[in-house]
């Protein structure tokens, strides 16, 4: 006899406890069972970030209106989850300044150019207001002149007056649903400038 097989419960005259092994199999099978089913963890902020689609813009071209390019970036970032805006080139959508009148030329969805006109400014139109508007083109809303401060796409028909440059909770929602697939609203490779027909300007 080994000293493996002498040192067997049976060999020993021990009785092997089949209730014991019984029990530690059925733990076992359980716990096994009990991983199987148990969910995933919830995918964290992080990787919810990570889903949305990463637009670059070049605002290097908007001269005094660089910084109200990126505020109103920040803006939306804030405001909707499944696209994010980002400073960088090559560019997505490029961001220029000039004396016309504010317009965009979106191209495809998140993909086109910006012109911050200053005739628009100069009026005293919130600048803020006006690239986050712009922006929205890019991100597939159309205008929309309801003429109340509250609709961001409403532009130039709210009064001068109007500093708000936060989309509504239905602008916010149009754009995530652009980005999740939906088909924008807005035409692309059409000018859309915020203003009467017989006063628009050449881009």
């Keep these: 006899m080994t000293l493996a097989q002498a040192d067997h419960p049976a060999a020993r005259g021990d009785p092997i406890n089949v209730s014991r092994i019984l029990r530690t199999v059925a733990v076992l099978l359980g716990f ?22 990463v637009l670059r813009y070049d605002a290097s071209r908007a001269a005094e209106f660089r910084g109200v390019v990126d505020q109103a970036a920040r803006l939306w970032n804030s405001n909707v989850s499944n696209v994010r805006l980002v400073a960088g080139t090559p ?19 998140g993909r086109g150019t910006i012109w911050i006109g200053r005739e628009a400014t100069a009026q005293g139109y919130n600048h803020l207001r006006i690239a986050t508007h712009e922006i929205g083109h ?17 532009g130039s028909s709210a009064p001068v007056s109007c500093a ?22 807005v035409e692309f490779n059409e000018l859309h400038v915020d203003r009467a027909a017989d006063l628009t300007p050449a881009p």
Excluded at 91 to 109: H, I, Q
Excluded at 138 to 154: A, E, Y
Excluded at 164 to 185: I, M, W
């Design 164 to 185: 708000n440059a936060t989309p509504s909770a239905a602008e916010r929602a149009e754009v995530d649903s652009n980005f999740a697939g939906a088909t924008p609203l």
């Design 32 to 53: 096994t069972f009990l991983v199987t089913l148990s969910p995933a963890p919830a995918a964290s902020a992080q990787e919810g970030a990570a889903a949305a689609r």
């Design 91 to 109: 560019a997505d959508f490029v961001v220029y300044a000039d004396n016309g009148w504010p317009r965009a030329l979106p191209t495809s969805l």
């Design 138 to 154: 890019i991100l597939g809303l159309p205008d929309r002149r309801t003429g109340r401060c509250s609709d961001l796409m409403s």
